[in-house]
T-cell receptor, first 113, second 115 residues
Framework: QKEVEQDPGPLSVPEGAIVSLNCTYS??????FMWYRQYSRKGPELLMY????GNKEDGRFTAQVDKSSKYISLFIRDSQPSDSATYLC?????????????FGTGTRLTIIP | NAGVTQTPKFQVLKTGQSMTLQCAQD?????MYWYRQDPGMGLRLIYY???????DKGEVPNGYNVSRLNKREFSLRLESAAPSQTSVYFC??????????????FGDGTRLSIL
């Protein structure tokens, strides 16, 4: 069993819809949770960075962490065609700048105009 | 501000050839990483360097060597390329200060095909 599980999709939704992306994990030591967005033929770029349980909002994006269920989510409101990308969840035990990240396999998202 | 720069962007090798992938960052980061990305496997850590002068194995180090040339540069070497090493390779860096919330920043990758 992988430490981090993520549905690979693909996921297609109409423009303006709310998108929900999810990851589950098995290592209870993970405390820091990230979502990266990766456009085709580009490197991952950090979208959201959260610590512990709870919600964090940044514009149209909300990251949610439920450590009791070992489950994290990324919600995209008012989705746009420019949101079409692969979304990777990532997690780490520490955050002192030299931590090793464990990634999900990524969910490929397409927003249909 | 260039961030993390990887060269080359594309490369085709024959089995048994050697090659070095280059990575440089201009963010004064202490830590640097090499990942490979394969379909259905996600990003897997090959080697990392927590600080200048140190390197450590990651999840999939076999067949690779690394050199942390200085604080800016971290290279990945394939001594005898194998078809199983066909992948997209990403370099990342993090940590410009002591403290928290220092995510990794990625380059745009090197697409490597081994025939």
């Amino acid at each position: 069993q992988k430490e981090v599980e993520q549905d690979p999709g693909p996921l297609s939704v109409p423009e303006g819809a709310i998108v929900s992306l999810n990851c589950t994990y098995s290592n209870s030591a993970f405390q820091y949770f990230m979502w990266y967005r990766q456009y085709s033929r580009k490197g991952p770029e950090l979208l959201m960075y959260t610590y512990s349980s709870g919600n964090k909002e940044d514009g149209r994006f909300t990251a949610q962490v439920d450590k009791s269920s070992k489950y994290i989510s990324l919600f995209i409101r008012d989705s746009q065609p420019s949101d079409s990308a692969t979304y990777l969840c990532a997690m780490s035990v520490s955050n002192f700048g030299n931590e090793k990240l464990t990634f999900g396999t990524g969910t490929r998202l397409t927003i249909i105009p | 501000n260039a961030g993390v720069t990887q060269t080359p962007k594309f490369q085709v090798l024959k089995t048994g050839q050697s090659m070095t992938l280059q990575c440089a960052q201009d963010m004064n980061h202490n830590s640097m990483y090499w990942y490979r990305q394969d379909p259905g496997m996600g990003l897997r850590l090959i080697y990392y360097s927590a600080s200048e002068g140190t390197t450590d194995k990651g999840e999939v180090p076999n067949g690779y060597n690394v050199s942390r040339l200085n604080k800016r540069e971290f290279s990945l070497r394939l001594e005898s390329a194998a078809p199983s090493q066909t992948s997209v390779y990403f370099c990342a860096s993090s940590g410009d200060r002591i403290g928290s919330n220092q995510p990794q920043h990625f380059g745009d990758g090197t697409r490597l095909s081994i025939l």
